[in-house]
């Protein structure tokens, strides 16, 4: 076979392949360990070194002119093979998007939940204000002293305020909210203010931003055993612990007197906390009957009206009822984490259902 003679040929016939197998075929035939180029390369022995040099030019560039050229016909077929697939395929765009993840129910955004629902069945209004306060409803109104701990820059975080005016607090607590409630509006008060709050502490049990629900009850007749009552029905509501074993201790709050904390018993096994039993004493939250000093910054006669109010952590809340022992995993973004402790909403069944 004269080389110069059968190059157009073999070109020819690598372009009029259809198909990848027809294509494979050739190069085999041509480049193959038996194929024409390396039968020649074999034959150059016996050639006089001028002719081998010649020779051999010419098979190199064949074997280079067939490798480029089945090269550019591989890329020819398998476009014309997907362009005849797309052709001939029929996609239905109107069908759903075959997905199977689900997503889950934050353990605080349940918690709050709960507390909101079981308020409510005690006819408790939701009321909710601005993260940004002003000092005066976050500690002035509440009857906290200028030198008071809970002030300083290394406890609060202050927000810069404009010229000639008092810098403003990311509030400490949600009783801002209580202080705008009694401003704006006349007793009978029954409230509770879920919400954010900020303060500067970071740790296992602490972070910068948490959560916190807060109650407030003013009225002609509020007393502490209206106080108790609430707070043992709401407990033993949230836990779902019928005989709950709780105890209140004398404590003191600026905005309350008299002040305690409410302490539930509870046991440990297995680094699982078990709520309402046993022999240690665990805090769940703070309350009280509301200052007289509290009333009048707000607005209300102190010789008319009193009430009650109270506050706990729903952080706190959530580790204890759902074996938590990590405040921090509440606010990574951990997805397993939430697979193991959040909730499907479909499966949760209202307080009215159980």
């Not at 300083?152 to 409630?181: A, I, W």
């Not at 509501?237 to 904390?261: G, I, M, Q």
């Not at 709520?275 to 008319?304: A, H, S």
């Not at 405040?327 to 909730?343: I, S, T």
Request: with cysteine; hydrophobic share 35%.
């Amino acid at each position: 076979m004269s080389l110069s003679d059968d190059k157009h040929k073999i070109t020819d016939q690598i372009n009029q392949t259809n198909s990848l197998k027809e294509l494979e075929e050739l190069r085999l035939e041509y480049l193959g360990k038996k194929g024409f180029i390396p039968n020649e390369m074999k034959l150059l022995g016996s050639l006089s070194i001028e002719e081998k040099k010649s020779k051999g030019q010419e098979l190199n560039q064949l074997k280079q002119l067939i490798e480029e050229s089945i090269k550019e016909q591989k890329i020819y077929i398998e476009n014309a093979d997907l362009n005849q697939k797309i052709k001939n395929e029929n996609i239905d765009i109107t069908l759903p998007a075959n997905l199977n993840s689900k997503g889950k129910i934050h353990p605080i955004t349940q918690t709050t939940f709960d507390i909101i629902e079981i308020f409510g069945h005690l006819n408790y209004s939701v009321e909710t204000g601005p993260d940004i306060e002003t000092d005066f409803n976050n500690f002035s109104a509440l009857n906290i002293p200028s030198h008071h701990p809970a002030r300083e820059m290394q406890d609060t975080f202050y927000v810069e305020g404009k010229k000639n005016e008092e810098n403003n607090v990311l509030r400490t607590h949600t009783s801002p909210v209580q202080v705008r409630t009694m401003l704006k509006t006349k007793p009978p008060i029954k409230i509770i203010v879920p919400g954010r709050t900020y303060r500067s502490d970071s740790d296992s049990t602490h972070t910068p931003m948490f959560h916190q629900v807060e109650g407030l009850v003013v009225n002609k007749n509020a007393t502490m055993a209206d106080l108790k009552s609430t707070l043992i029905v709401f407990l033993k509501e949230f836990f779902h612990v019928e005989d709950l074993k709780y105890r209140f201790r004398p404590s003191y709050f600026p905005f309350t007197e008299p002040s305690a904390e409410m302490d539930v018993a509870y046991t440990k096994k297995n680094n699982v906390i078990k709520i309402g039993e046993g022999d240690e004493w665990l805090e769940v939250l703070g309350c009280g009957m509301v200052n007289p000093k509290v009333l009048e910054n707000c607005n209300i006669d102190p010789q008319i009206y009193q009430g009650f109010a109270f506050g706990m952590g729903i952080e706190r809340l959530s580790m204890l009822k759902y074996g938590i022992t990590d405040m921090r995993g509440l606010f990574d973004v951990n997805y397993k984490w939430l697979e193991h402790f959040g909730f499907n909403a479909l499966d949760i069944k209202t307080r009215s259902e159980i």
